[in-house]
């Protein structure tokens, strides 16, 4: 069973910087996309960053471009959010999610991507607080 775990939230002032951290165990990293998602109090979740599979291809949110980048480290089996320039705004709960994509092992011609919809996702961390405030 593949699990998630994040880590890495907290406290910072607007303009500050932090970095999430998701913890894969269970499968190998390759065989998923990983998709950051976060959700505010009264808000639906909205989809942040991913990866795909292959760790070729990113996207990210238009509210985030510039000011997030997502990564991996398939070594440790960890998968990052890098945020910089925090807003009030971004403040919410962040979660990392799994969705199996092993396709490009036995079809190298496909497209590797990831998706933002959250409910194309099969696999859920915990959760972790992040609060952008003075």
């Known amino acids: 069973q593949l699990q998630l775990v994040e880590s890495g939230g907290g406290l910072v002032q607007p303009g500050g910087s932090l970095k999430l951290s998701c913890a894969v165990s269970?499968?190998?990293?390759?065989?998923?996309?990983i998709g950051w998602f976060r959700q505010a109090p009264g808000k639906e979740r909205m989809g942040v960053s991913c990866?795909?599979?292959?760790?070729?291809?990113?996207t990210h949110a238009d509210s985030v471009k510039g000011r997030f980048t997502i990564s991996r480290d398939s070594a440790k089996t960890t998968v990052y959010l890098q945020m910089n320039s925090l807003k009030p705004e971004d403040t919410a709960t962040y979660f990392c999610?799994?969705?199996?994509?092993?396709?490009?092992?036995?079809?190298?011609?496909?497209?590797?991507?990831?998706?933002?919809?959250?409910?194309?996702?099969?696999?859920w961390g915990q959760g972790t607080q992040v609060t952008v405030s003075s």
């Open positions: 269970g499968s190998a990293l390759d065989n998923y996309a």
């Open positions: 990866i795909s599979s292959n760790g070729t291809y990113t």
């Open positions: 999610a799994a969705i199996v994509d092993f396709t490009y092992k036995v079809i190298p011609t496909v497209q590797n991507i990831c998706i933002l919809s959250s409910s194309e996702y099969d696999y």
